[in-house]
């Protein structure tokens, strides 16, 4: 049991307790040597409570020690072999349905449109789809929001549609996961309206209800989308909780039959041939008993009140397994986990493969630099995430398996974040390919970034639809002008994600007719020539996919790493600036050039200089 008198040394030794402190230390954008100086880990957490007192309140030591002693358990040996399995050797293609392609002309995606471009998929070599939510919804977090788990959305199609869907996906060889949203359902769910209605409904267990009045919440927890994270039911005298928008309820996990309904739900969809499920925001699921205040300290650091009370909650493992258990497991079912805010020994503990928890999570720590969030407008610098990528793949275990992507439904284009300069656009796309394609872990696409595609100039805050950007906009205007909030929005905001691909763009599709030409950008077909190339070179080598990781140039922007097999050897070389840099020498000379992205690009290779974000494959045979 770790107390206030525990050593820093010792705290930072435990799992939950390296995960926190190295993620307040990123936050504050500070060095992790000050946490591994002999003198600071020798000091109590009493001591730095006094020498932290004004920056971190007492709030913050009770709730960091509840968290430390809630976790009994280390992560699992990670010496022993890689075990195989098809979700390792997959390459995944994350479609957004609305966005992706409008088969019947109402300018909104739709399934026959994912149907009309399955040939186009598999061409490209993705071996796997993931599809963000397709569910009836109110559409108040687009899709996030669900109302009949077992409905297709009107707009996207029918349930046929969807069934002729998996039947073509599969029968190209490919398999699909859909999006698993049980931390909330919408608040038009039977099953929130029925517990409305009903004080003696059993579906009032089925959320976080208060009896209260209306000008006291039950506690200071804050949403994810502005505001606080409760509502207030005039007539039924009673709160209810939602972390995100205010039409997405959280679901009470401590109650059994929620657990079975969900565990049901997961099986039916399993039943029909689903190949698995990426699961929203799961590691929230799990909330500290009696909603406690959340520390304002930790609020004020993390922007979001409360969140140290769910975000790695006391029953995460219980539930993780339990599922698993009961719906994965028998249909040896494929589960990344999304889960936003947990270390890397945490994401230990819920993938390693002795936990039968979940197979892999997406972890987003990598997606911003220290000291930077998302709303932020900076130069995302390539050398964190090839240390990210370094520390993790060096740590991470075989008994865990990584995820690699840059970017997805909830977040800005990457190589916009590299670098804003159209010029290096096309150069920056093929280097982050060749890492994403080359670096060990299973690569998520995003739809589009085979297409090269760019961050959006939206010309105001009227363009922007996503429920996040405009409560965060309303939020600004308190302490911004209306340009400056919008240019916080601009940087941050996830609609860069969200607008239609450029193939919707066609003159017979009247529906898109109106669209303003900065809200269309021209595929690079270079590009996605490049992404073919790439993904067939991944999947026609072992070494690529379960080969070692070692890494040997990380001076200044070098990023050189090998990927091993018994057979061969592949070294990646790559220039992460602006600058041009010098080109790794390989100790032997029998190695051959299978890639270049200046080739690619039509542009000369000089063979002892890496110009600007340049990279280079190489291979040499072992045997
Ligand atoms: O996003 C969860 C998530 O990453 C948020 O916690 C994110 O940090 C938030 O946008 C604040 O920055 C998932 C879905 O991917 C997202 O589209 C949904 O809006 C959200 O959950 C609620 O379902
Ligand atoms: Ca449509």
């Known amino acids: 049991m770790l107390t206030m008198e525990s050593k820093i040394r010792e705290v930072y030794s435990t799992p ?19 946490i591994t100086n002999p003198v600071i880990g020798s000091l109590k957490l009493k001591t730095l409570a006094a020498l ?3 920056m971190l309140g007492p709030g913050f030591y009770d709730a960091f020690l509840t968290l430390l002693n809630s976790e009994k358990n280390l992560p699992g040996d990670g010496s022993g072999p ?14 957004y349905p609305r966005s992706f392609y409008d088969s019947n002309g109402d300018g909104i995606g739709d399934l026959r449109g994912i149907i009309d471009k399955l040939d186009y998929l598999a061409d490209l070599g993705v071996t796997a789809l993931w599809l963000s939510p397709i569910y009836d919804s109110p559409q108040d977090d687009n899709g996030y929001d669900i109302r009949d788990y077992h409905k297709i959305a009107e707009e996207f199609g029918t349930m046929e549609d969807f069934d002729e869907l998996l039947e073509k996906t599969h029968a190209r060889g490919m398999r699909l996961i859909m999006d698993l949203v049980v931390n909330h359902t919408s608040d038009e769910h039977a099953w929130f309206q029925n517990a409305l209605k009903d004080e003696n409904s059993p579906y009032r267990g089925y959320y976080f209800f208060q009896q209260g009045d209306k000008d006291t919440p039950p506690n200071n927890w804050t949403s994810f989308f502005s505001g606080s994270a409760w509502n207030y039911y005039e007539e039924e005298k009673l709160w209810a909780l939602h972390l995100f928008s205010k039409k997405q309820m959280d679901l009470n996990w401590e109650n059994p039959a929620v657990r079975k309904e969900v565990t049901d739900m997961v099986n039916w969809w399993l039943d029909k041939g689903v190949d698995g499920f990426r699961m929203d925001v799961i590691n929230y699921i799990s909330k500290q008993p009696g909603l406690p205040m959340g520390d304002e300290t930790i609020g004020n650091m993390m922007g979001y009140t409360g969140i140290e009370h769910y975000f790695y909650g006391p029953r995460l493992h219980e539930y993780l397994h339990e599922l698993h258990e009961n719906a994965f497991a028998p249909h040896n079912a494929f589960s990344v986990g999304e889960t936003p805010g947990i270390g890397m020994n945490m994401c230990r503990l819920v993938t390693g493969e002795e936990r039968k928890e979940l197979d892999m999570v997406f972890s987003f720590d990598h997606l911003e630099t220290p000291g930077h969030v998302r709303w932020d407008d900076y130069q995302y610098d390539l050398t964190y995430f090839r240390d990210y990528m370094t520390r993790w793949l060096t740590h991470y275990g075989n008994n865990c398996w990584m995820s690699v992507f840059y970017n997805n439904h909830d977040n800005p284009r990457m190589i916009s ?9 096309p150069d ?3 280097l982050l390919a060749v890492m994403q394609f080359t670096l060990k872990g299973t690569p998520f696409l995003f739809q589009g970034d085979e297409m090269g595609l760019l961050n959006y100039a939206f010309s105001s805050i009227d363009e922007i639809t996503d429920v996040e950007a405009k409560g965060y906009y309303r939020e600004l205007l308190a302490t911004k002008t209306p340009e400056e909030a919008f240019a916080t929005i601009l940087a941050g905001t996830r609609e860069h994600t969200r607008v239609l691909l450029p193939w919707n763009f066609t003159s017979e599709n009247t529906a898109t007719a109106g669209y303003p030409e900065h809200l269309r950008q021209t595929p690079n077909r270079n590009v996605t020539e490049v992404y073919k190339k790439l993904i067939a070179l991944r999947k026609s080598e072992k070494a690529l996919t379960y080969g070692d990781f070692k ?7 070098h ?16 220039n992460l600036g602006e600058r041009p840099g010098k080109a790794y020498r390989m100790a032997i000379t029998d190695y051959q050039l299978v890639f270049a992205s200046l080739t ?3 542009k000369p290779v000089n063979n002892a200089v890496l110009a600007p974000y340049e990279a280079r494959i190489w291979v040499r045979k072992k045997l």
């Open 16 to 34: 939950v307790g390296h995960d926190i402190l190295y993620k307040i230390l990123l936050q504050l954008n500070l060095s992790e040597k000050m």
């Open 551 to 557: 890494v040997f140039a990380t001076d200044k922007q």
């Open 559 to 574: 990023f050189t790493y090998a990927r091993t097999s018994e057979e061969k050897e592949f070294i990646i070389d790559c």
């Open 52 to 54: 932290t007192g004004k």
């Open 600 to 602: 690619a690009l039509n």
């Open 82 to 95: 890689i075990s195989h399995a098809w979700w390792k050797e997959a390459v995944f293609y994350q479609i």
């Open 428 to 430: 920056i796309a093929i």
């Open 417 to 425: 974040k590299v670098n804003p300069d159209p010029r290096y656009a």
